[in-house]
């Protein structure tokens, strides 16, 4: 079954080489049961762990079952651990968070025989454990540990059972017990290989190999090995599919143990957690935020209007005298009518005029922007009433005695009562109210509701005393024909004015359009910055993880040593602390998740701000979190991966 040829193998210990074993030839049959002794420094653990695959040589050729081994990656070398050796160790290596039978199970997960669920348990009752499948190993005596750790060797039934002074933390009672399992499994075919440095435990082997200074001295037969007339059995083999494949049973087994080793540290998995928690949490409330604030803009911003340009009298200085806007070019109600059978990009034109007035009512009053114009200025600026009706084309033409009046005036005048039908004052001219226009709110600049709109007839012979149009709103079919648009009225004026070129700039024309664009871009640049600021606080929790998962490694070095030792690749240990870094990034992430939504609703009821959480933000929020963890988890994952599994067992 095993034949060593010339094995060499060299420890560099600082600045100093070790010589473990200097050119060991051994050849060991199916069915022996070999004791290997020697005092500390004789190289005998060296030789056991080399013919368990835990360790290569340096030099020499090393063949299990038929396959040269002694060449093989740390990985192949895995494979074959998994399914053809078992271990059984001094130190027991137990997890401590794991029970007798999940104990048992681990060698399941990373070998072919996965599936076989039932095999822990049976192997436990045959080792005098039945009743203590759920213990842990804390409640275990050490004779017991050492029997959960036989058990744990055979799950796979390996051909070749390697154990390290297997009784050397033991009594003598339990030292009997555990060496009359060995003999018995030895008496069912399995070739046993142990080391000790005690001959009462030697003399139950049926072969003695005597070892000093890394050199075998002596080979002597107690008794032969049952002659079977049989090869020995093929080494077991995964395919190249089997090996490149994750099956899902495998995935569930990872985050399994994943779960298991976050809850045994509740509080170090929670201040990982915090980090992702406080950044998600960010991240939602910032996103709710920003779009709040758009959409509050983007209501702010249809009361002007969409798609408006508007005309009004511009100044200009005569002489270096600064002259007031009109005083060179002023617009009529036929410039209007003009425009808008001129210009065929033009889909309606609103010509208005403004001042303020005292508007009066049972002995209130209230000093407000009287505002003259057409029903078109109505859809135009988003003011259509809300209750009641905007006045028609007939009634300008008769100069009638109507007002639409908004929301100020109406609390200020009338409180609770509904005003439509009643009669104000406007500078001692009495109006009918016949709408109210909608509520649009008060801004940094002025209080867009505090104004009284009547016919622009009346404004201007009745009321205002005004024989020119102060403005003129003009709305564009779409926003590409606005620049045209523009173009097309500036000619339109001139030719119809009549201006010198050095006149050219007596009037403005505004468009609204470009205003919605500073706004809105202003909007996003502020919703950008903070979306900035949010992802700063998933990198810190990032790092965090990263330096919790890097401690992780270090506290479970042993246990990533067993791991390795029972069949685990670097990709299994790769893949286990992945996933926890994974898991304790998105159970941070579910949690911000929920805090930002808290904090969201917590805004909105208490600084009555604009929030708006959607879909989207719980989404990248989510994907984001799961990325942070993959991106900061594989550092220490890999650094897990990578360990040497001799090493990582001896680790302290």
Not at 84 to 105: D, K, M, P, W, Y
Not at 481 to 491: L, P, S, V
């Amino acid at each position: 079954m095993i034949r060593l040829s010339d094995v060499h193998k060299v420890y560099q210990m600082g600045e100093m080489k070790v010589l473990a074993l200097r050119r060991v030839s051994l050849t060991i049959g199916p069915g022996e049961f070999v004791a290997i002794m020697g005092p500390s420094g004789s190289g005998k653990s060296t030789l056991l762990h080399i013919l368990g695959l835990l360790d290569v040589p340096d030099s020499g050729s090393y063949r299990l079952l038929g396959k040269e081994v002694s060449k093989l990656t740390e990985d192949e070398l895995a494979v074959l651990r998994g399914q053809t050796v078992g271990f059984i160790f001094q130190q027991f290596h137990l997890l401590a968070r794991a029970s007798a039978e999940e104990n048992v199970a681990l060698p399941l997960l990373y070998t072919i025989n996965g599936e076989d669920a039932a095999r822990p348990k049976q192997l436990l009752e045959e080792v005098g454990l039945g009743d203590r499948l759920g213990h842990k190993p804390s409640e275990l005596s050490g004779g017991q540990q050492q029997r959960v750790a036989i058990a744990r060797a055979l799950v796979n039934r390996p051909a070749i059972l390697f154990a390290d002074e297997p009784t050397g933390n033991l009594d003598s009672a339990s030292q009997e017990e555990i060496l009359s399992v060995l003999s018995q499994l030895n008496e069912r075919g399995i070739t046993v290989i142990l080391v000790t440095h005690e001959m009462d435990v030697a003399k139950h082997a049926k072969r003695l190999i005597r070892m000093r200074d890394g050199v075998i001295q002596s080979d002597e037969m107690f008794k032969p090995a049952p002659a079977t007339g049989k090869e020995p059995p093929p080494v077991k083999e995964r395919s190249a599919a089997a090996l490149s494949k994750i099956p899902m049973k495998e995935i569930a087994d990872h985050v399994r143990q994943a779960l298991r080793s976050l809850m045994a540290n509740k509080v170090r998995s929670a201040l990982s957690m915090l980090g992702i928690l406080i950044g998600v949490a960010a991240v939602i409330a910032v996103m709710a935020l920003g779009a709040g604030a758009r959409q509050s803009i983007q209501a702010q911003l249809s009361s002007l209007g969409s798609n408006l340009l508007v005309l009004r009298p511009g100044a200009r200085q005569v002489g270096g005298v600064a002259m007031q806007a009109g005083a060179v070019t002023r617009f009529t109600i036929e410039d209007s009518q003009e425009i808008a059978g001129a210009v065929p990009s033009i889909v309606r034109v609103a010509p208005s005029v403004n001042g303020r007035g005292q508007v009066a009512y049972e002995g209130k009053n209230w000093n407000t922007q009287i505002l003259g114009t057409v029903p078109n200025y109505a859809p135009m600026r988003a003011l259509v009433p809300t209750i009641g009706r905007f006045f028609r084309d007939d009634e300008v033409q008769k100069r009638s005695w109507v007002a639409v009046i908004g929301m100020t005036p109406v609390r200020q005048l009338f409180g609770d009562v509904n005003p439509i039908g009643e009669f104000i004052k406007i500078n001692r001219v009495n109006f009918q109210i016949i709408g109210i226009l909608p509520e649009k709110g008060a801004t940094a600049f002025r209080d867009q509701d505090d104004v009284v709109i009547i016919p622009l007839s009346t404004a201007m012979r009745r009321l205002l005393g005004k024989d020119y149009v102060d403005n003129i709103d003009m709305e564009v079919t779409s926003a590409s024909e606005m620049a045209d648009t523009d173009q097309a009225i500036r000619e339109l004026i001139i030719r119809r004015h009549h201006l010198p070129p050095s006149l050219k700039d007596s009037f403005d024309i505004r468009n609204m359009a470009d205003i919605q664009a500073t706004l809105s871009e202003t909007s996003r640049t502020m919703s950008w910055l903070l979306a900035c600021i949010a992802a700063i606080s998933l990198l810190v929790g990032g790092i965090g993880i990263m330096n919790i998962m890097l401690v992780s490694v270090t506290e479970r070095t042993r246990e990533i040593g067993l791991r390795k030792a029972i069949g685990a690749r670097r990709r299994d240990i790769l893949m286990q602390f992945l996933v926890e870094a994974v898991a304790v990034s998105l159970a941070g992430g579910l949690a911000g998740i929920l805090l930002g939504c808290g904090v969201t609703v917590l805004l909105s009821a208490l600084a009555h701000w604009a929030v708006s959480v959607s879909f989207g933000s719980i989404l990248l929020a989510s994907l984001f979190s799961a990325t942070v963890g993959v991106i900061f988890g594989l550092w220490p994952a890999r650094k897990a991966s990578l360990l040497n599994p001799i090493e990582a067992l001896r680790y302290e």
